[in-house]
């Protein structure tokens, strides 16, 4: 684990990067150089600008300027919204409601996340090798999926509860912030387990060996020396974990409703679901999120600059497996329960439903039925347009981000760009703004009235109400996580190797197409699979901004659960989820094919690695592992 | 290495990759644009004149309906104007409405709730016009016309029916009327929903403060109600699951959900309080700015007539939105329910719009939490 700060070669980088950026003379050569730059640079920081940046200032500015898209608009600044917002002391519980909640999500998902990672990687435990197919399956279903089926689990007089009689107290104590706590931490470790695996795999044995020379029992090494040395990796995914958390707002509204907790996205919702309905306010209660991410940005940071977690030295031994003995058992059975609760259970529960006629009728012969099934796909043409809608959406955007994605993680690692730290922690706050604030940021910023003057036609940029928008949408919504997973692939390529590409006369776009591309192909691969997936259930964006008359796959499951259809919806879920399923399958068998014929024809091929990997989102170079 | 070689194989053709990046990210960013610049109506800059319908541009439909998606498909079919609907719920309908503010792309706006709909006439949104269609509504129809005439009742379901489950009468017998559920032999039975949530539930804490008397009234009945272990819910979805079950006998509800769940089966009963409950209009506006008015006009007219009436009636009747009561003149329910025998009372509209955004948050810090 390499901080920042001591990586070597960061100023040669830094250097190379900054004389590509400059261009001496003006030949035909040279201005062609200069303008494949300016596109690889430009065009994906454009996209950022105009499907992120753009939409979540036309929001967040009016916590200021409140008649920004008013029907006069003026720049007039105001500080009622702001005012409101820091006097009022239900949103100062609020804030700190939210910080607790997510901190301890977080830190579930760290010990979860990290401890499967461990036992996957350097134990003989017997379940490791299908771990990671479990995991990325838990990554690919939908957390409004998981938190409805839960809270159907533990339902007073629900199927399980007719044979189990739950406890009064168990209810209490799953319809509270515990319950909230525990939904979010199952839909988040896998961001750590992905990070520590990564990280683990240029952690070698000698740190442990040392320990043990000294005295140290296995354990002992592990906790005392190993988890430490983790330490930025665990961080790093914990802040997303963090993140997603605090932007949560399903999950808390179906399970902890009565608790005595109050959230910000709480707050949020009401100021913009309540007529007369207030953007001013959500913006100003969306700047607490910002805040509460800055936070953690810091104390992720003071944590790292305490000491330094180097370990790759050029010289590092094979890791070894510990052999689990006594302990084999126990452990499987542990992580057998992780994925019993955050799959088998929660899928298990759909699915059931889906077959059912009427949950409150419990299992009896006569309540079985793939009735729901046929009405889903008699209803034929409606859903079928949808599903066609959702999966050409959800290709084009995953295409789209993993393009651009890499791009902009390159600008953020590996140019001397002013403001790519900024861009970095925008990637960040991004995911901690809730999708619905986003999505009424779209609405402003693309139905604005100042558009008609700009562009082409006789109505200028006509854009809202298109289904374009909708995947610009979808592109802003998963552009911050590509990036931050790129980022982590990046990092694991060394800059000699760029370096020498370079004095061979590489130019930015070949480095990126015929270099950098290719070597992280599975981990690219992956990112287009996360961002499939993620489009396939996107709803809060689907919802407020579908074309009218072309809904998506989610907005009709919701409309389905909205109408109290919850058979129906629960089958349409779960063909949704095949589908899905389907992808990730073909997504594993597909490159293991090409990988065997290329293996096939060249045996000694192997792909350079650097021996220089940073903190950050190492990430996802495990995501290549898929 | 890997890359190196494939690197060097084609060397010299350094165009390429530079084309297929640089066309790709440009194909996709024009595409976007120049679909997005597509002329999505005929008229636009200058204001159309109210009455002309131009079938092909249609009119776009909000809608919180369940028999939404039949009335648009069936006016299309019937009359040939392009009808595209966007089906939400009501909450996401205001915010869609509130960002799109002097630009709007709805044309007709159908959710239930009166109060709701006044307060965006009282933000000049809505189009103040006279339905000649007006004249099929009866009494209870017209009691819900504003004097603006900016909006129209297309049917009326009630809060504060109280379902209850047959199966696990209490020995205390049934409530008659709303204060009976402070006895204290109910304590642990009552439900209702989260007004935060729930949209019929803010006309229901609205209207039995009105008949108690007022805001104060109502809110001393709600914190004695709490007392008394009421139990919210988010909608009426989950509320009516817990009386099913038996997990709380006593839920106060919109009536249309309650019927909905006796057609599907459920042991529920239905008492209807003695004070009256609450009338929860479903009701149409237009948009005072949009550019089809007249086809959305030509919309209303048709929902308020014979036709758009009898393709609400026979929606599916497992959809509690079906079992509305009918408020033109001629028209009966397909399904069965009570549609006379109680009192309906009328929401103060203005006064009940104005202390919404406060009244919610009180119930939410002092009752729902």
Same mark, same amino acid.
């Given at each position: 684990?390499?901080?920042?700060?001591?990586?070597?070669?960061?100023?040669?980088?830094?250097?190379?990067?900054?004389?590509?950026?400059?261009?001496?003379?003006?030949?035909?050569?040279?201005?062609?150089?200069?303008?494949?730059?300016?596109?690889?640079?430009?065009?994906?920081?454009?996209?950022?600008?105009?499907?992120?940046?753009?939409?979540?200032?036309?929001?967040?500015?009016?916590?200021?300027?409140?008649?920004?898209?008013?029907?006069?608009?003026?720049?007039?600044?105001?500080?009622?919204?702001?005012?409101?917002?820091?006097?009022?002391?239900?949103?100062?519980?609020?804030?700190?409601?939210?910080?607790?909640?997510?901190?301890?999500?977080?830190?579930?998902?760290?010990?979860?996340?990290?401890?499967?990672?461990?036992?996957?990687?350097?134990?003989?435990?017997?379940?490791?090798?299908?771990?990671?197919?479990?995991?990325?399956?838990?990554?690919?279903?939908?957390?409004?999926?998981?938190?409805?089926?839960?809270?159907?689990?533990?339902?007073?007089?629900?199927?399980?509860?007719?044979?189990?009689?739950?406890?009064?107290?168990?209810?209490?104590?799953?319809?509270?912030?515990?319950?909230?706590?525990?939904?979010?931490?199952?839909?988040?470790?896998?961001?750590?387990?992905?990070?520590?695996?990564?990280?683990?795999?240029?952690?070698?044995?000698?740190?442990?060996?040392?320990?043990?020379?000294?005295?140290?029992?296995?354990?002992?090494?592990?906790?005392?020396?190993?988890?430490?040395?983790?330490?930025?990796?665990?961080?790093?995914?914990?802040?997303?974990?963090?993140?997603?958390?605090?932007?949560?707002?399903?999950?808390?509204?179906?399970?902890?409703?009565?608790?005595?907790?109050?959230?910000?996205?709480?707050?949020?919702?009401?100021?913009?679901?309540?007529?007369?309905?207030?953007?001013?306010?959500? @913006? +100003? $209660?969306?700047?607490?999120?910002? /805040? %509460?991410? #800055?936070? &953690?940005?810091? !104390?992720?940071?003071?944590? *790292?600059?305490?000491?330094?977690?180097?370990?790759?030295?050029?010289?590092?031994?094979?890791?070894?497996?510990?052999?689990?003995?006594?302990?084999?058992?126990?452990?499987?059975?542990?992580?057998?329960?992780?994925?019993?609760?955050?799959?088998?259970?929660?899928?298990?529960?759909?699915?059931?439903?889906?077959?059912?006629?009427?949950?409150?009728?419990?299992?009896?012969?006569?309540?079985?039925?793939?009735?729901?099934?046929?009405?889903?796909?008699?209803?034929?043409?409606?859903?079928? @347009? +949808? $599903?066609?809608?959702?999966?050409? /959406? %959800?290709? #084009?955007? &995953?295409?789209? !981000?993993?393009?651009?994605? *890499?791009?902009?993680?390159?600008?953020?690692?590996?140019?001397?760009?002013?403001?790519?730290?900024?861009?970095?922690?925008?990637?960040?706050?991004?995911?901690?703004?809730?999708?619905?604030?986003?999505?009424?940021?779209?609405?402003?910023?693309?139905?604005?009235?100042?558009?008609?003057?700009?562009?082409?036609?006789?109505?200028?940029?006509?854009?809202?109400?298109?289904?374009?928008?909708?995947?610009?949408?979808?592109?802003?919504?998963?552009?911050?996580?590509?990036?931050?997973?790129?980022?982590?692939?990046?990092?694991?390529?060394?800059?000699?190797?760029?370096?020498?590409?370079? !004095?061979?006369?590489?130019? *930015?776009?070949?480095?990126?197409?015929?270099?950098?591309?290719?070597?992280?192909?599975?981990?690219?691969?992956?990112?287009?699979?996360?961002?499939?997936?993620?489009?396939?259930?996107?709803?809060?964006?689907?919802?407020?901004?579908?074309?009218?008359?072309?809904?998506?796959?989610?907005?009709?499951?919701?409309?389905?659960?909205?109408?109290?259809?919850?058979?129906?919806?629960?089958?349409?879920?779960?063909?949704?989820?095949?589908?899905?399923?389907?992808?990730?399958?073909?997504?594993?068998?597909?490159?293991?094919?090409?990988?065997?014929?290329?293996?096939?024809?060249?045996?000694?091929?192997?792909?350079?690695?650097?021996?220089?990997?940073?903190?950050?989102?190492?990430?996802?170079?495990?995501?290549?592992?898929? | 290495?890997?890359?190196?070689?494939?690197?060097?194989?084609?060397?010299?053709?350094?165009?390429?990759?530079?084309?297929?990046?640089?066309?790709?990210?440009?194909?996709?960013?024009?595409?976007?644009?120049?679909?997005?610049?597509?002329?999505?109506?005929?008229?636009?800059?200058?204001?159309?004149?109210?009455?002309?319908?131009?079938?092909?541009?249609?009119?776009?439909?909000?809608?919180?309906?369940?028999?939404?998606?039949?009335?648009?498909?069936?006016?299309?079919?019937?009359?040939?104007?392009?009808?595209?609907?966007?089906?939400?719920?009501?909450?996401?309908?205001?915010?869609?409405?509130?960002?799109?503010?002097?630009?709007?792309?709805?044309?007709?706006?159908?959710?239930?709730?009166?109060?709701?709909?006044?307060?965006?006439?009282?933000?000049?949104?809505?189009?103040?016009?006279?339905?000649?269609?007006?004249?099929?509504?009866?009494?209870?129809?017209?009691?819900?016309?504003?004097?603006?005439?900016?909006?129209?009742?297309?049917?009326?379901?009630?809060?504060?029916?109280?379902?209850?489950?047959?199966?696990?009468?209490?020995?205390?017998?049934?409530?008659?009327?709303?204060?009976?559920?402070?006895?204290?032999?109910?304590?642990?039975?009552?439900?209702?929903?989260?007004?935060?949530?729930?949209?019929?539930?803010?006309?229901?804490?609205?209207?039995?403060?009105?008949?108690?008397?007022?805001?104060?009234?109502?809110?001393?009945?709600?914190?004695?109600?709490?007392?008394?272990?009421?139990?919210?819910?988010?909608?009426?979805?989950?509320?009516?699951?817990?009386?099913?079950?038996?997990?709380?006998?006593?839920?106060?509800?919109?009536?249309?959900?309650?019927?909905?769940?006796?057609?599907?089966?459920?042991?529920?009963?239905?008492?209807?309080?003695?004070?009256?409950?609450?009338?929860?209009?479903?009701?149409?506006?237009?948009?005072?700015?949009?550019?089809?008015?007249?086809?959305?006009?030509?919309?209303?007219?048709?929902?308020?007539?014979?036709?758009?009436?009898?393709?609400?009636?026979?929606?599916?009747?497992?959809?509690?939105?079906?079992?509305?009561?009918?408020?033109?003149?001629?028209?009966?329910?397909?399904?069965?329910?009570?549609?006379?025998?109680?009192?309906?009372?009328?929401?103060?509209?203005?006064?009940?719009?104005?202390?919404?955004?406060?009244?919610?948050?009180?119930?939410?810090?002092?009752?729902?939490?």
């Amino acid at each position: 684990m390499v901080p920042p700060k001591h990586r070597p070669v960061e100023p040669v980088q830094a250097r190379s990067t900054a004389s590509w950026l400059a261009v001496p003379s003006l030949s035909f050569q040279r201005l062609r150089r200069r303008l494949g730059q300016a596109l690889v640079i430009g065009i994906p920081l454009l996209l950022l600008l105009v499907f992120v940046v753009y939409p979540l200032a036309a929001i967040i500015l009016q916590s200021v300027f409140p008649s920004l898209y008013a029907s006069s608009p003026s720049l007039l600044p105001s500080l009622d919204a702001l005012h409101q917002v820091f006097t009022n002391p239900i949103n100062y519980s609020a804030l700190l409601n939210s910080l607790w909640l997510s901190g301890i999500t977080a830190l579930l998902a760290a010990l979860v996340g990290t401890f499967l990672a461990i036992l996957a990687r350097r134990t003989d435990l017997p379940l490791r090798r299908i771990m990671d197919t479990l995991v990325w399956m838990v990554f690919f279903t939908p957390s409004f999926l998981i938190g409805e089926a839960w809270s159907l689990v533990f339902i007073r007089g629900g199927i399980p509860d007719q044979s189990l009689h739950f406890s009064d107290s168990l209810l209490t104590w799953f319809f509270s912030p515990v319950g909230v706590i525990f939904i979010l931490s199952l839909k988040t470790f896998p961001y750590v387990y992905i990070s520590v695996c990564a990280a683990l795999r240029w952690l070698g044995s000698e740190f442990e060996d040392a320990a043990r020379i000294a005295g140290a029992r296995t354990w002992r090494s592990w906790v005392s020396i190993n988890a430490p040395l983790l330490l930025p990796a665990i961080l790093a995914a914990a802040l997303i974990a963090l993140a997603e958390a605090l932007s949560d707002f399903g999950t808390a509204a179906t399970i902890a409703q009565n608790s005595n907790v109050t959230l910000v996205t709480y707050q949020i919702y009401t100021a913009i679901n309540t007529a007369p309905v207030n953007f001013s306010l959500a @913006a +100003a $209660l969306s700047l607490l999120l910002f /805040l %509460a991410i #800055t936070l &953690a940005l810091l !104390v992720q940071a003071g944590t *790292l600059r305490t000491r330094s977690f180097q370990v790759i030295s050029g010289r590092n031994r094979p890791a070894r497996s510990i052999s689990l003995g006594g302990w084999k058992w126990p452990a499987t059975a542990l992580c057998g329960l992780v994925f019993l609760l955050a799959l088998v259970i929660p899928l298990g529960m759909c699915l059931l439903l889906s077959l059912l006629h009427a949950f409150g009728l419990g299992i009896t012969p006569a309540n079985w039925t793939l009735d729901n099934y046929q009405a889903v796909l008699t209803q034929g043409s409606d859903d079928l @347009a +949808a $599903l066609q809608r959702t999966v050409l /959406l %959800a290709v #084009t955007t &995953a295409t789209v !981000v993993t393009l651009v994605g *890499l791009p902009i993680a390159f600008i953020i690692r590996r140019t001397t760009l002013p403001g790519r730290g900024l861009l970095s922690m925008f990637t960040l706050v991004t995911i901690a703004v809730p999708g619905i604030i986003l999505a009424c940021g779209y609405i402003f910023a693309w139905n604005a009235p100042y558009l008609q003057y700009v562009g082409i036609g006789n109505n200028g940029v006509q854009f809202y109400g298109t289904i374009w928008l909708l995947l610009a949408a979808y592109i802003g919504g998963s552009l911050p996580y590509a990036t931050r997973l790129s980022i982590g692939g990046l990092d694991q390529i060394g800059s000699s190797l760029l370096e020498t590409a370079r !004095v061979q006369g590489a130019n *930015l776009l070949q480095l990126l197409v015929r270099i950098i591309g290719p070597i992280l192909r599975s981990n690219l691969a992956s990112i287009w699979l996360l961002v499939f997936t993620g489009s396939m259930f996107e709803l809060a964006a689907s919802e407020l901004l579908y074309p009218p008359g072309q809904p998506t796959m989610p907005v009709r499951i919701t409309g389905l659960f909205n109408d109290f259809k919850l058979g129906p919806g629960m089958a349409l879920s779960m063909l949704n989820v095949g589908i899905v399923l389907l992808a990730l399958i073909l997504f594993r068998a597909v490159p293991l094919l090409i990988s065997q014929v290329i293996q096939r024809r060249t045996r000694s091929k192997t792909p350079y690695v650097s021996t220089h990997q940073t903190t950050e989102q190492e990430l996802r170079v495990a995501t290549g592992r898929l | 290495m890997h890359a190196q070689s494939d690197f060097s194989m084609c060397g010299r053709r350094t165009m390429r990759p530079f084309l297929i990046f640089s066309l790709l990210f440009l194909l996709g960013f024009l595409a976007a644009c120049g679909g997005g610049s597509t002329p999505t109506t005929s008229t636009s800059g200058s204001t159309p004149s109210a009455l002309t319908c131009n079938k092909s541009s249609g009119l776009t439909v909000y809608s919180a309906q369940g028999y939404d998606s039949d009335a648009t498909k069936a006016f299309q079919q019937q009359t040939g104007i392009t009808t595209k609907l966007v089906d939400d719920s009501t909450g996401n309908i205001l915010a869609k409405i509130a960002a799109e503010g002097s630009n709007p792309h709805w044309d007709v706006a159908w959710f239930d709730g009166n109060v709701t709909m006044q307060s965006l006439d009282d933000q000049g949104l809505l189009l103040k016009w006279h339905s000649p269609n007006a004249s099929n509504l009866t009494s209870l129809g017209t009691s819900y016309v504003p004097s603006d005439a900016s909006y129209y009742p297309s049917g009326v379901t009630t809060v504060g029916a109280i379902a209850y489950n047959t199966k696990h009468v209490p020995a205390a017998g049934l409530p008659k009327d709303y204060r009976d559920l402070l006895n204290p032999a109910y304590k642990n039975l009552v439900s209702m929903n989260d007004p935060a949530f729930s949209g019929p539930t803010y006309p229901l804490i609205a209207g039995i403060a009105q008949i108690l008397g007022g805001e104060d009234q109502g809110k001393q009945f709600f914190s004695q109600l709490k007392a008394n272990r009421l139990k919210i819910f988010q909608t009426n979805d989950p509320t009516l699951s817990s009386v099913e079950t038996g997990a709380r006998e006593f839920g106060l509800v919109q009536d249309s959900a309650i019927y909905g769940a006796i057609k599907a089966g459920q042991p529920l009963g239905i008492i209807y309080p003695t004070s009256g409950v609450i009338g929860l209009p479903a009701v149409m506006g237009i948009s005072a700015h949009g550019q089809h008015q007249g086809c959305a006009q030509q919309f209303v007219n048709w929902v308020l007539s014979s036709a758009g009436q009898s393709v609400m009636t026979h929606h599916d009747p497992t959809d509690g939105d079906t079992y509305f009561i009918p408020v033109v003149t001629g028209v009966t329910p397909v399904v069965s329910r009570q549609t006379s025998g109680f009192p309906i009372v009328n929401l103060d509209v203005p006064k009940w719009a104005g202390v919404e955004a406060e009244y919610k948050q009180w119930f939410h810090q002092n009752i729902v939490l």
